[in-house]
């Protein structure tokens, strides 16, 4: 028999985390795994609706999304679980592997002017908002370490994607032939 979607649990405001502690929907912990929800359903949107060029990207991008969801469920589970600390959800490996990429296409791209302002190309546009939401994320994830416990590989790895993110975003804008607009601070 399949099953409700809805369950009727969170109609006053409060949701359960893994393990079955219930908190505020508005709780630091719900906020930064909602945030990386977030950005999962950006990067499904950048998959999915853009010309994906670049070897590997499409797979890239799906292991990404997989990793948010290991991101997002670590950040559910409620820390005096003891399942919370025993499961590598993310490894240094992973982090390597984010960076691997950034490097790769960084490599193709001329250095850097200044502060580019977001926008281009459709898919350079979504890198940019995709950029913008893992930043926030990566706030709500800092507040949340100052009252709980949050792995440093979370806090790089999301630190490692925001940058993955601004480099996609360039990597497309220059290999697409769309100007990269600088910054322009005395602008009339």
């Known amino acids: 028999m399949k099953s409700k979607i809805y369950t009727l649990t969170g109609d006053k405001g409060t949701t359960s985390l893994v393990g079955g502690k219930r908190v505020s929907k508005d709780d630091l912990r719900v906020e930064a795994y909602g945030t990386i929800d977030e950005v999962n359903s950006w990067v499904g949107l950048i998959a999915h609706n853009s010309k994906l060029d670049y070897p590997g990207m499409h797979a890239m991008l799906r292991k990404i999304q997989n990793k948010l969801f290991n991101i997002g469920s670590y950040l559910a589970t409620d820390p005096a679980d003891p399942k919370h600390g025993a499961i590598k959800w993310i490894t240094e490996a992973d982090i390597k592997e984010l960076e691997a990429k950034i490097d790769e296409m960084d490599d193709e791209l001329p250095p850097l002017k200044g502060f580019i302002l977001p926008g281009g190309s459709r898919l ?17 994830i800092v507040a949340l370490s100052k009252r709980d416990k949050v792995s440093s590989s979370v806090l790089k790895y ?7 993110f601004f480099v996609f975003a360039r990597f497309n804008n220059i290999h697409n032939q769309f100007e990269e607009n600088y910054w322009q601070k005395n602008c009339e």
């Open 158 to 164: 999301v630190n490692r994607l925001s940058d993955f």
């Open 124 to 140: 350079s546009s979504l890198c940019g908002i995709a950029r913008t939401v893992t930043r926030r994320a990566e706030r709500r």
